[in-house]
């Protein structure tokens, strides 16, 4: 090999031997970098437990090994890097001082710069100060592009905030609070909480001052959670914990009386729970606090219970799977092989009220209890059961009648049932409505008797009465703004449909008025008086007689009143109504039982009545 003496700096094959052709071989020492870098450390730089701004002694020592160990290039530069990267700085916590939409949010970069629930364990939202080596950041009280700026990195690739320094800028009347400010432009000067989790330029007027929060999403609160160091010897399984703390769904209860929501009784555990996991996920808390916290989590979710229906209540039970129709009372007769009930579009109709109580579900219309598709046979009742939907649609209901899951059809308007554990499917979820108002026909004959599990306000347009029965009368009493619960009344009004609104409470009054809120067998053991109309007769409470055709037993409808007199006393044909003078009474056809005493006005005893007012027993009464 030959050095050309030429100005082209090449080597050439030469046979003879000139100096140009002789050549020295040199030793190149890789670890030079090594050794420079070593010249520069003193024992003040490094420790066994290293403190903020020092190397770990470990790192240290690696070094000093690599200074024999390492043989390439490529390996010098690692053992450089890897020392440089063990300095033991402060590790910081950026989290939103804003109460809207960024509350409780960290800033974290996952390729792309963001803002996210705050959680101290993921390492994603660690950032550092290259250079800075102290626990408190140094916030500054206004911006100054004079001043000092800072690269905040992400701590697992060093990727600085939006490739930009930023000073740390106080928000004035805002304790603790700063922006994070890399300018003056109006529209791109502070690091700001989108809407949707994107960290983007903001103007920092929008930040006013004396802790007002106008736009408070370019406002931060950024917290030193430790050294390097020290949180490198956290273990993964530590980590791992803390992040299934974390990652628990809590759902969005909807908190509140009444069906479709949950108990609020159960709400203060939840809330605490809640708050537990964000202190223990705000800082580093021990193996023991983030499992209790779990725990406690996990059982306040558990413990959340739906409001159910309540007994003797009112509701319209409508299926998310039909195109949101509600369940009625009537039967689709069109195949008489599959006689099932309906589900339809109308919730205005009476037919799509219920009353839940004992256990069942009864029509308001028919006073009939449904079983799984059906009504039941007269008196038959069919266990109701309602629980949380198992496909997750929150303040939904599963419903088991007879033991079965009832299923709103997607076809023919029908309802379906089955046995064993509800699909994921609509048609299995239900949704309530509380009726809070319940309609009562009268018909021309200006009467109607009602009796209902509810206290009801009567409405201003009807007289309701209740009734006691003495010596072969029935003396009415009125009652003054609202029916008490399971009380036997007798309603006047004209002609129409009067809706009685349902009422918190009502005072107790007296009635012999008997009553049920379901279809059901005559009493054999006593003589049923019903509110009649016969015609070309006046409107009373007749002997009941009535069989059905198919069983011949006697029936008597739901949420009726009536009167009862048992077999072996005596007895009217009927009760009959009367009224005028201030009096409400009813009096008997039948007088001459023995015991009745008659006086007239003028306080003469006679033997019947004619038209007019008598004293029958110490009480007025009309004829």
């Known amino acids: ?89 402060p590790v910081y916590f950026i989290t939103s001082a804003h109460d809207g939409y960024a509350a409780g949010s960290a800033i974290y970069y996952d390729g792309a710069w963001k803002w996210g629930t705050a959680n101290v364990y993921n390492k ?103 050294t390097s160091y020290e949180l490198d010897q956290l273990t993964d399984e530590f980590f791992a914990a803390a992040n299934e703390l974390a990652a628990i769904n809590v759902p969005n209860f909807s908190f509140a009386a009444g069906v479709n929501s ?27 606090e983030i499992a209790a916290a779990k725990t406690q989590l996990e059982a306040a979710i558990a413990g959340v219970k739906m409001n159910m229906p309540e007994n003797g209540k009112f509701y319209r039970v409508r299926c998310a799977g039909t195109g949101m129709k509600y369940l009625q009372s009537t039967l689709d007769e069109t195949n008489a092989e599959d006689i099932r009930l309906q589900v339809l579009s109308s919730a205005t109709s009476v037919n799509a009220t219920f009353c839940y109580i004992d256990g069942a579900l009864v029509s308001y219309t028919t006073g009939l209890y449904i079983n799984a598709y059906r009504f039941n046979e007269v008196g038959v009742k069919s266990d109701v059961v309602f629980s949380e939907a198992s496909n997750g649609k929150l303040g939904a209901y599963n419903i088991t009648v007879g033991g079965r899951y009832i299923f709103g059809a997607q076809d023919n308007n029908k309802i379906d049932s089955g046995a064993g554990t509800p699909d994921n499917r609509d048609g299995y979820t239900w949704w309530l409505e509380e009726v809070t108002e319940l309609p009562v026909a009268i018909t021309a004959a200006g009467f109607a008797t009602l009796y209902a599990p509810v206290a009801l306000t009567i409405p201003a347009e009807v007289t309701v009465y209740t009734a006691t029965v003495e010596n072969g009368y029935l003396t009415l009493t ?31 009054v007296e009635s012999d008025l008997v009553g049920a809120y379901a ?71 039948e007088l001459t039982n023995g015991n009745v005493v008659i006086y007239d006005l003028a306080g003469r005893r006679v033997e019947k009545m004619e038209k007019g007012i008598y004293i029958v027993n110490g009480k007025k009464v009309i004829r």
């Not at 006046?538 to 409808?557: P, R």
């Open 124 to 226: 994603q939202m660690w950032m550092t100060i290259p250079g800075y080596t102290e626990e408190n950041v140094p916030a500054v009280e206004a911006y100054n592009a004079e001043g000092t700026s800072y690269a905040i990195c992400d701590y697992l690739t060093g990727t600085k905030m939006r490739g930009k320094d930023v000073q740390i800028v106080k928000v004035a009347g805002w304790d603790g609070v700063v922006n994070l400010q890399y300018g003056t432009a109006t529209n791109d000067a502070v690091q700001h909480a989108q809407g949707g989790g994107a960290l983007v330029g903001w103007n920092p007027a929008n930040v006013k001052e004396d802790g007002t929060k106008d736009c408070g999403a370019s406002a931060w609160q950024v917290e030193f959670i430790g």
């Open 262 to 288: 949950y108990d609020a009784a159960t709400k203060p555990a939840l809330d605490a729970a809640v708050a537990n996991r964000t202190a223990v996920l705000g800082k580093f808390s021990t193996a023991e």
């Open 519 to 589: 279809k059901s067998e005559k009493n054999a053991n006593a003589k049923v008086y019903t509110l009649q109309a016969p015609a070309e007769k006046e409107v009373g409470f007749y002997l009941f007689n009535g069989q059905d055709t198919n069983s011949n037993k006697t029936y008597i409808n739901g949420f009726r009143a009536w009167v009862e007199v048992e077999n072996g006393e005596a007895a009217p044909a009927m009760f009959s109504l009367g009224r005028g003078e201030g009096t409400t009474a009813i009096d008997s056809v």
């Open 478 to 508: 009125e009652v003054e703004g609202a029916i008490p619960a399971y009380t036997g009344v007798v309603i006047e009004a004209a002609e129409g449909t009067y809706n009685f609104n349902v009422a918190a409470e009502a005072a107790a």
């Open 1 to 89: 090999m030959h050095a050309s003496n030429h100005d082209d700096n090449k080597l050439l094959n030469y046979d003879y031997d000139e100096a140009a052709s002789r050549w020295y071989i040199n030793t190149i020492d890789v670890t030079k970098d090594i050794k420079d870098l070593l010249a520069t450390i003193d024992a003040d730089d490094y420790a066994e437990v290293p403190a903020l701004g020092q190397y770990p002694k470990a790192a240290y020592d690696a070094l000093v090994a690599a200074q024999t160990t390492a043989k390439t290039v490529e390996e010098v530069e690692q053992a450089i890097a890897a020392f440089k990267a063990a300095k033991n700085v």
